[in-house]
């Protein structure tokens, strides 16, 4: 059989040790570039399977049909928005994803950029560099509340580690129920309560249409002006231009941003101006541990569903169905 690993930018895939455990069964070709769509379908031809890293590229319908071989999608992490799962459908091709792979990753950038909003670090170094002695006051985590938008795996994690800070914390979500979230320890509660009560406010949904700019200009409205506001998950589920005008009109205290609608970020954005927010370039799920994660993830779904014919993790299930 054929495997390949698609968009190792990093080139960290391809000297990883458990790359050998893949290579026990199969021929594998890891690409490190960025293709054209001629190049990628080619590339592609005669495959049985592609790893491909994260949502780098796009699984079109068009693409998809180049592809008659194909037999499975061993996709790093659990986002799927790349791919167009209808085509997937119809080709009967499943999707193996790798859950939790970068939970710890995403759950410690979080509270990075929770404790640095909160205690003003980045603005008081900008101070600092400027050789300025700021007399700036920041707050304490214990006691505070924190409201978190999807309790999904890293929702929870989120949630865990909140509660050893000593925080309170309040869960929503699209498809939470009350008895789970209390079976985690958290008060469930509604979407407007949540943006109402907290002190801060972390998005762990994933992406899907009911979750696109889930947070609009009344939401923003109903937060404390003292309130930061924290997305790890998807740039999507935040309708960016009011997420600006609340930050412009001191709606909120302030923001930090790992993800965005478009990346890279434009260069001029308005999110690069604000002295009180935050951004780095979709890197919370970006560490060794999460890499290793994903690839040893990825092996054994593949090695699952080719060698032992027991199918692991799929999440469009219903293509395996006779």
Known sequence: MKTVILDDWEEYMKNHPSLGRLQDFSDVTVYTDKPSFNELADRLQG???VIPIRERTRFTKELIEKLPDFKLIAQTGTGVAHLDMEALKQARIPVATTPGGSTGAVTELTFAYLLNLIKKVTATDRAMQNNAWPEIIGTNLKGKSLGIIGLGKIGRSVANMAKAFGMNVMAWGPTLMEERANTEGVQYTTL????RLSDAVS???RLVPETTHLLQEEHFAMMKPSAVLINTSRGRVI??????QALQNKEIAGAGLDVFEKEPLPSGHSFR??????????IGWKTEETFTNFLNGSIDNIHQFFVNNEPQNIFNQEVLEK
């Open 203 to 205: 998005l762990h949904v």
């Open 192 to 195: 407007p309560n949540l943006l």
């Open 273 to 282: 101006n604000f002295e009180n927010v935050l951004i780095t370039p979709h």
């Open 239 to 244: 309708k960016e231009q009011a997420l600006i």
């Open 47 to 49: 495959v049985d399977t």
